[in-house]
């Protein structure tokens, strides 16, 4: 079946860089995602990575893909205070229906200290 | 950008009380709305899909009696949680999906709906 895994927690030191992991199983996924969710709010769209690219760079975020071990990961380079939250990975499934659903991991919740 | 409205943000009831809770997207057209629930510290479980003018799907083991779902038209879907108890008292979230069917972003979500039954 389709599932998602990431590590729960990550605590990173104000302007180092932050890699969060995530693994899938859906092999014929073709998109993923990574989400934000900040404290009592809803999921805001970060970046997304097509399965026949390796990496995809946007500004402060680095999207890498290893499909042959479906590993993605999300590196952020100087990781703010405002980075602070819980990041989801998510990939592309399809539902019985037809309609595509995404499907979640749990979520790391990404702390930064000074 | 794409927006989705999700209203009430926060609302508090008695047992037994049903409550309806409201996803607009604002500037696109919406023919599939996915209704989700987030319990603390954990990731969101899909509970259903909202089709314009069809019936929603259900995911196994939601109650579709006690989670009523109406898509009238192509901006709005309305979750109503019929005769509410303490157990359901969780952070319901919305997303909706472009018209346009954009590929490389399905989904927009709303800002959740935190229901709090006494």
């Known amino acids: 079946g389709e599932d998602v895994e990431q590590s729960l927690f990550l605590s990173v030191r104000e302007g180092d860089s932050s890699v969060i992991n995530c693994t899938y199983t859906?092999?014929?996924?073709?998109?993923l995602y990574w989400y934000k969710q900040e404290p009592g709010a809803g999921l805001q769209l970060l970046t997304y990575?097509?399965?026949?690219?390796d990496m995809k760079q946007d500004q402060r975020l680095t999207v890498l893909l290893n499909k042959k071990d479906k590993h993605l990961s999300l590196r952020i380079a100087d990781t703010q205070t405002g980075d602070s939250a819980i990041y989801f990975c998510?990939?592309?499934?399809?539902?019985?229906?037809?309609?595509?659903?995404?499907?979640f991991g749990a979520g790391t919740r990404l702390a930064v200290h000074p | 950008g794409a927006v989705v409205s999700q209203h009430p943000s926060w609302v508090i009831c008695k047992s037994g009380t049903s409550v309806k809770i409201e996803c607009r997207s604002l500037?696109?057209?919406?023919?599939?709305m996915f209704w989700y629930r987030q319990f603390p510290k954990q990731s969101l479980m899909l509970m259903a899909t909202?089709?314009?003018?069809?019936?929603?799907?259900?995911e196994q083991g939601v109650e579709k009696d006690k989670f009523l779902i109406n898509h009238a038209s192509l901006t709005l879907s309305t979750l109503t949680v019929t005769s509410a108890h303490p157990e359901d008292s969780s952070f319901y979230i919305c997303?909706?999906?472009?018209?346009?069917?954009?590929?490389?972003?399905?989904?927009?979500f709303g800002d959740g709906t935190r229901l709090s039954i006494l």
């Open positions: 997303s909706a999906r472009d018209r346009r069917r954009q590929n490389n972003q399905p989904q927009h």
């Open positions: 859906d092999s014929s996924s073709t998109y």
């Open positions: 990575i097509f399965s026949n690219m």
């Open positions: 998510a990939e592309r499934g399809i539902l019985s229906g037809g309609y595509n659903k995404l499907i």
């Open positions: 500037d696109f057209q919406a023919t599939t």
């Open positions: 909202s089709n314009e003018g069809s019936k929603a799907t259900y």
